[in-house]
């Protein structure tokens, strides 16, 4: 499969899990004081990882414009009015999350300045995709918190209670859902019945 047609593939499938997980409600759990903890990152988490920066952008901007429809749609918490009223604060933190985690995963997996041809061990893909999901995880908690904390929506006394359990949660939870989805998926890109979307032409 061509390689342009892949990511297409991809970011497709990963935004329209974006869409179920959040009409449905499985992608949200939520707290008191309006907030939530959310694990709809993790799509805009995986597209990063398996297909690069510009996939997890697209997947990512489509996680913010769905947060601000979804939103003006609802309108049921502070943090509804807040991105109704000031939609940046939905969209640009979502938009940073893939390119930090294709960069953390790169860095770490040596893509950046292995420019050997050779695989590196099981253990450095493991610890790169651990951790680029927690990077991008709390890309979004911090930004979001924080815009809400710097435009006086929510004072500092209930944030950082809020991002002390949303952060390490959500982290947490997108690192186990990420590890496992990428594993599976290299492990069938390099298995014999490897599925359609990872083969290549």
Do not use: C
């Not at 990512?60 to 991105?83: K, T």
């Not at 253990?123 to 815009?147: D, F, K």
């Amino acid at each position: 499969m061509n390689n342009i047609v892949k990511k297409i593939a991809v970011a497709g499938v990963l935004s329209s899990s974006v869409i179920v997980l959040g009409t449905t409600g499985i992608g949200f759990i939520l707290l008191p004081f309006g907030a939530a903890i959310t694990i709809l990152q993790v799509p805009v988490i995986i597209g990063a990882i398996l297909e690069g920066p510009f996939v997890g952008l697209f997947i990512g901007v489509l996680f913010g414009i769905f947060s601000i429809v979804q939103s003006a749609i609802i309108a049921a918490s502070p943090v509804d009015m807040a991105f109704m009223t000031y939609p940046f604060i939905a969209l640009i933190p979502r938009m940073f999350i893939g390119p930090a985690t294709w960069f953390s995963y790169a860095l770490i997996s040596g893509q950046l300045w292995n420019k050997k041809e050779r695989k590196p061990p099981v253990i450095i893909i493991s610890t790169a995709i651990i951790i680029a999901a927690i990077v991008g995880s709390l890309v979004n908690t911090v930004m979001v918190l924080g815009g809400l904390g710097l435009l006086k929506i929510f004072p500092w006394e209930v944030i950082f209670p809020i991002a002390a359990l949303n952060g390490p949660v959500e982290a947490a939870s997108s690192a186990l859902i990420t590890f496992t989805v990428v594993s599976l998926w290299k492990n069938l890109h390099l298995g014999r019945g490897r599925s359609k979307l990872s083969k290549e032409e």
